[in-house]
Nanobody, 129 residues
Framework: QVQLVESGGGLVQPGGSLRLSCAAA????????IGWFRQAPGKEREAVLC????????DYTDSVKGRFTISSNNAKNTVHLQMNDLKSEDPGVYYC??????????????????????WGQGTQVTVSS
């Protein structure tokens, strides 16, 4: 059974940076993808970035382009979400998830929360001065 554990969230000032980590365990060999999602209070969960087992990445949210990057450390079974220049629209609970064999196309971003069915517990990101 796949287990995902997020860490690295916290309080940061606008313009600051955070690096989230997703520790993954239980993957069988083969193709897989891990996505980062976020959910702000009162809003639906949205896909942010995804990386697959070939280290190919897909972005889903225009507002984070140029500020957020996803990377993987396969030796440590960890996926990172580097978030720079954090803004007032970025706070929420950030989740990593798995369940797809590759990252879905950007056009499918609205359906991604239903495609990925293994979820971590989430980590809170707060942006405030």
């Amino acid at each position: 059974q796949v287990q995902l554990v997020e860490s690295g969230g916290g309080l940061v000032q606008p313009g600051g940076s955070l690096r989230l980590s997703c520790a993954a365990a239980g993957f069988a060999s083969g193709y897989y993808a891990i996505g980062w999602f976020r959910q702000a209070p009162g809003k639906e969960r949205e896909a942010v970035l995804c990386i697959n087992s070939s280290d190919e990445t897909t972005d889903y949210t225009d507002s984070v382009k140029g500020r957020f990057t996803i990377s993987s450390n396969n030796a440590k079974n960890t996926v990172h979400l580097q978030m720079n220049d954090l803004k007032s629209e970025d706070p929420g609970v950030y989740y990593c998830a798995s369940g797809a064999s590759t990252c879905p196309a950007r056009a499918l971003r609205a359906t991604m929360p239903s495609i990925f069915h293994n979820w971590g517990q989430g980590t809170q990101v707060t942006v405030s001065s």
